[in-house]
């Protein structure tokens, strides 16, 4: 009975984590893709952002629109010639944590995403050094 029951939890635990996750990004749980399924990147940039911490673009002529969804979680837009910017289109995300100005930010780390729904934007979370979401400003560089 004990075992059974911490199986039970267990599963209960691992579901509510997936479904967390998935809350972040439009819904879309995290999955590796087929082997062999995405295009290939040969490293170049061709798209910057600079977001602030409120979600507002500083910076990116190729950014059509930015917007922070919630604490720590922001939606990057981008236009020509950064469409259709998914994995599977061999496009490549880099988040560079960054005050944007002068001094210095605590110990933040972001992570990207495509975003669910809309191809030419790119999905960013960023979470401080005890893994709860926090807002900051960054750079974006697309690679193509």
């Known amino acids: 009975m004990k075992t059974f029951l ?3 939890v ?3 635990s691992l579901a509510l984590s997936i479904g ?14 087929p ?10 940039v061709l798209c910057t952002a600079a977001i602030n911490s409120t979600g507002t673009k500083a910076g990116g002529n190729t ?14 837009t981008f236009k020509a010639p950064c469409t259709a910017v998914t994995a599977a ?25 495509d975003r669910a729904g809309v191809a030419n934007a790119v999905w960013v979370a960023c979470y401080n050094s005890a893994g709860a979401a926090a807002d900051t400003s960054f750079f974006l ?4």
Do not use: E, H
């Open 35 to 44: 082997a062999g399924s995405l295009q290939d990147n040969r490293g170049s």
């Open 63 to 76: 950014v059509a629109a930015s917007t922070r969804l919630s604490v720590g979680t922001y939606q990057v």
């Open 6 to 8: 911490k199986y039970l």
């Open 89 to 113: 289109n061999g496009w490549m995300r880099v988040v560079q944590v960054d005050t944007l100005t002068t001094g210095s930010l605590p110990s933040i780390k972001c992570t990207t995403a």
């Open 10 to 12: 267990g599963t209960a």
């Open 20 to 33: 967390a996750m998935g809350a972040n990004d439009g819904g879309v749980a995290p999955a590796d893709a």
């Open 141 to 144: 560089f697309l690679l193509r």
